[in-house]
């Protein structure tokens, strides 16, 4: 019969888009598709002994309540580095016209209040909101307020909810040291901002899949704050100048100032999918470090892998033809 761990992850879109989604279950068995419309069931039912795909809409709160109603464990990781835009505007909910779909407010703080809501609502057990180390009512940088808004919604309908604050994730896919060497490959030249002084503290993106497997594995974390930073803190520009050193892109490192880096975010955030922002520069402006009051992934038992040996399996691809110029036996 069927045995251990059951997980459905909810999506938005298209179901295709999620299919690299591979979780490795422990004995576990998936077999939820019910949303699905039936003539999409036989094709996603091949899919299901590995993958709960549940689609469901954010502004939705019955999606939601399908979505997590069979769960005990409900984890929400959703939010936005930049805000989506239209190409034109259209009317929101509220009867205004606007170009922005999602904003960090909407993104971070209503829908985790919904989601807390719906939880509650279903019974839910556990519940664990996944913010940002940067989270600070105070900064400057609209989307740190957002996260901290999230936190104290969340809180506020459910107070033992456990809040864990991801410090800037590194690894295969990221959008941190693949960008940095993108930029460095294609421009003649890479920007810093405030000469790249400022401190970040980057975690491996498998040591948070372990920090989050050992909250949903042990009921004695409840009402936590966990920070997940990585072991060491770096500056921008020392980030930058290993991420050249790896990938061999040996470009100039360039101060820009502030205001001419907000206009290029002003500019940039409105492409689509945009690798830059306005409010980017207030984040990138202040000190990303894990506060003294919180509590550390490593209580959960995990060995945080580091920057900079971890790095090299992903960035080389940005050398000129590869590694393997540099050993000898292969040409």
């Not at 019969?1 to 279950?25: I, N, Q, W």
């Not at 920070?227 to 360039?254: C, H």
Request: hydrophobic share 40%.
């Amino acid at each position: 019969g069927s045995c251990g761990t059951r997980v459905y992850a909810p999506f938005r879109g298209d179901e295709l888009d999620v299919r690299h989604l591979k979780p490795m279950f422990d004995l576990g068995q998936v077999r939820y598709f019910g949303l699905f419309p039936m003539f999409l069931r036989q094709f996603i039912k091949f899919l299901s002994s590995q993958l709960g795909l549940i689609p469901f809409s954010a502004r939705d709160r019955e999606t939601i309540r399908e979505s997590i109603k069979h769960s005990d464990v409900v984890v929400n990781l959703i939010g936005k580095s930049y805000e989506t835009k239209h190409v034109v505007p259209t009317r929101r909910a509220n009867g205004k016209l606007s170009r922005t779909n999602f904003s960090f407010e909407e993104a971070h703080v209503d829908i985790a209040r919904n989601i807390a809501e719906v939880a509650k609502e279903c019974g839910v057990s556990r519940f664990i909101h996944v913010s940002a180390t940067a989270a600070n009512a105070n900064s400057s940088s609209r989307w740190s307020r957002s996260k901290a808004e999230g936190e104290a919604a969340v809180r506020k309908v459910i107070d033992d909810a456990i809040i864990v604050r991801l410090n800037t994730v590194f690894g295969p896919e990221d959008r941190f040291l693949n960008l940095i060497a993108e930029a460095s490959k294609r421009l003649p030249f890479f920007p810093l901002i405030n000469g790249g002084q400022n401190l970040v503290q980057p975690v491996y993106v498998a040591d948070v899949a372990k920090g989050l497997h050992s909250l949903i594995q042990y009921d004695d974390y409840r009402g936590s704050t966990f920070d997940f930073s990585g072991p060491s803190d770096y500056t921008y520009k020392e980030i930058a100048e290993f991420v050249q050193d790896v990938t061999l892109l040996r470009k100039r490192l360039v101060d820009v100032p502030v205001p001419l880096a907000l206009k290029a975010g002003a500019v940039v955030e409105n492409w689509m999918n945009p690798f830059f922002s306005e409010d980017a520069v207030s984040r990138i402006l202040e000190d990303v470090i894990p506060a003294e009051d919180t509590r550390k992934i490593s209580e959960l038992g995990v060995e945080l892998g580091s920057l900079d040996r971890l790095a090299f399996d992903y960035l080389h691809r940005f050398r000129q033809g590869g590694h393997f110029t540099l050993v000898q036996g292969y040409h």
